[in-house]
T-cell receptor
Framework: GAVVSQHPSRVICKSGTSVKIECRSL??????MFWYRQFPKQSLMLMAT?????????EQGVEKDKFLINHASLTLSTLTVTSAHPEDSSFYIC?????????????FGPGTRLTVL | AQSVTQPDIHITVSEGASLELRCNYS??????LFWYVQSPGQGLQLLLK??????LVQGIKGFEAEFKRSQSSFNLRKPSVHWSDAAEYFC??????????????FGTGTQLKVEL
């Protein structure tokens, strides 16, 4: 089946620094990639939707200057948390929709645990 | 805007017992409905989905779900639970995007615990 990877799986950083999280579709090209945030014991909240070569579409309430998304190729999307603060600590999950299938299929990465000290 | 409600935060069942996880949705048009399972250290895995047609949908791992438009529900069922089914289960409603993919709105999840 289709595999989506995320790197790193876990990251700890100091407040004020920036952190980049990579999301890769390993065996397919992705039309669309999504970034979610999941707080402990809570649901996944969609942060943004990105299509290769175009700007990401952010959900209401998500700061686009703080959460920079780059979808540079059909297999890679990155999320950069700029000037991270402790409240940005969370579990970040990406997903990708294969280019060759119908629009109903979304494959999820294993997530990245971000801890900001 | 669409929304999903999973009324049960935690459910505990004995191994071998039947299971039903509840999901109610709110959406103005015909919904695209999904059930995902999340296990620690793994990405969300799609159990089953409903777009149209037969309202009883079969999925992987012996799961099924029934779409009931009159009740705005899409409950997940399994006749006999295995200890390995212990995980977090999410119901989601999807909106198809013109650029590809579908935008998912998730419920808050139900944590399933299986007693041996």
């Amino acid at each position: 089946g289709a595999v989506v990877s995320q790197h790193p799986s876990r990251v700890i950083c100091k407040s004020g620094t920036s952190v980049k999280i990579e999301c890769r579709s390993l065996d397919f090209q992705a039309t669309t990639m999504f970034w979610y945030r999941q707080f402990p014991k809570q649901s996944l909240m969609l942060m943004a939707t990105s299509n290769e070569g175009s700007k990401a579409t952010y959900e209401q309430g998500v700061e686009k200057d703080k959460f920079l998304i780059n979808h540079a190729s059909l297999t890679l999307s990155t999320l950069t948390v700029t000037s991270a603060h402790p409240e940005d600590s969370s579990f970040y999950i990406c997903s990708a929709t294969p280019r060759t299938t119908s629009t109903d299929t979304q494959y999820f990465g294993p997530g990245t645990r971000l801890t900001v000290l | 805007a669409q929304s999903v409600t999973q009324p049960d935060i935690h459910i505990t069942v004995s191994e071998g017992a039947s299971l039903e996880l509840r999901c109610n949705y709110s959406y103005g048009a015909t919904p695209y409905l999904f059930w995902y399972v999340q296990s620690p250290g793994q990405g969300l895995q799609l159990l089953l989905k409903y777009f149209s047609g037969d309202t009883l949908v079969q999925g992987i791992k012996g799961f099924e779900a029934e779409f009931k438009r009159s009740q705005s529900s899409f409950n997940l069922r399994k006749p006999s639970v295995h200890w390995s089914d212990a995980a977090e289960y999410f119901c989601a409603v999807g909106v198809i995007l013109t650029g590809g993919g579908n935008k998912l709105t998730f419920g808050t999840g139900t944590q399933l615990k299986v007693e041996l």
